[in-house]
């Protein structure tokens, strides 16, 4: 019994709390993603491995899957 990968996270920008619903890659992480609000680009936070870790409310599929980031 395996908890169904989500694949969409909402993103909410930290410089002006803009959120937009984005679908993830299952294959990749998201090392940058631009800002639809702002347009400022997004970076991880230290020690997480792609943006909708940092910003998302849903964890990247690989996380979700085996707990480990997708480029550990
Ligand atoms: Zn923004």
Known sequence: MSTPVVLTSTLVC???R???TETMP???CLWFYNCLG???QLRPLP???CVFCSYGDTACPPVQVDGKGCCG
Request: aromatic share 0%; glycine share 6%.
């Open 14 to 16: 930290p410089h002006c």
């Open 18 to 20: 803009h959120a937009a």
């Open 26 to 28: 299952t294959d990749a």
């Open 38 to 40: 702002c347009r400022r």
């Open 47 to 49: 020690g997480d491995c």
